[in-house]
């Protein structure tokens, strides 16, 4: 089984900051997925970034990149340069990398609400 | 191309209503997947087909009924829905494989479901 876990219910960032949204999981797979999505309130989920399990380099694009520290059980998202359009709520989530039936199941955190503040 | 479209984006619908929800995708995804999402909750997963064949249920009342007629299509039909089951549908999809994965899904606008 796996648990994704989510702390930040709510978080505020001023504009053209840095903020860091927090993920912690939990799981007996050897190998496996991390994800972070971003659902403005529009209602359409988008993938951002994505971190395999044994990848050594932490994920980046473009604004996004992905603080993971296996040790720890941690896949923290930091979004630079923050923009109001970052506004939106955010989902952490996981999937085992392997697939009995070839579709691979998300495990979602609770998400974080991000607010960029003018 | 990463765009799944979803018809229709807003759905009201009585009790004794029979209704469906559609969903395409043009990316040459083999597995797709339906999600039910509450407001301020992380989406559901209801059901996921793998190569056109249903390989996931997660213990969903009858009343929701899937159909993948082909690798870019994906149904819901629904007959005779609780006001409970008022939420966000939510269709997605992403590669398939026994081995490669885990592979992102794309997730489609939704639709916002109201039941009378």
């Known amino acids: 089984a796996q648990k994704i876990t989510q702390t930040q219910p709510g978080m505020f960032v001023q504009e053209k900051e840095a903020v860091t949204l927090d993920c912690t999981y939990d799981t007996s797979d050897q190998s496996y997925g991390l994800f972070w999505y971003k659902q403005p309130s529009s209602g359409e989920m988008i993938f951002l970034i994505y971190q395999g399990s044994y990848d050594e380099q932490n994920a980046t694009e473009g604004r996004y990149s992905l603080n993971f520290q296996k040790a720890r059980k941690s896949a923290n998202l930091v979004i630079s340069a923050s923009q109001l359009g970052d506004s939106a709520m955010y989902f952490c989530?996981?999937?085992?990398?392997?697939?009995?039936?070839?579709?691979?199941?998300?495990?979602f955190g609770k998400g974080t609400k991000l607010s960029v503040i003018p | 191309d990463t765009e799944v479209t979803q018809t229709p984006k807003h759905l009201v619908m009585g009790m004794t209503n029979k209704k469906s929800l559609k969903c395409e995708q043009h990316m040459g995804h083999r597995a797709m997947y339906w999600y039910k999402q509450k407001a301020k909750k992380p989406p559901e997963l209801m059901f996921v087909?793998?190569?056109?064949?249903?390989?996931i249920n997660e213990s969903v009342p009858s009343r929701f009924s899937p159909e993948c007629p082909n690798s870019s299509l994906l149904n819901l039909h629904l007959h005779a829905l609780q006001p409970e089951d008022s939420a966000l549908y939510l269709c997605?999809?992403?590669?398939?494989?026994?081995?490669?994965?885990?592979?992102?899904?794309?997730f489609g606008p939704g639709t916002r479901l109201t039941v009378t």
């Open positions: 087909y793998s190569y056109e064949k249903l390989s």
């Open positions: 989530a996981m999937s085992p990398a392997y697939s009995g039936a070839g579709s691979y199941q998300l495990t």
């Open positions: 997605a999809s992403s590669h398939a494989g026994l081995a490669g994965g885990p592979f992102e899904q794309y």
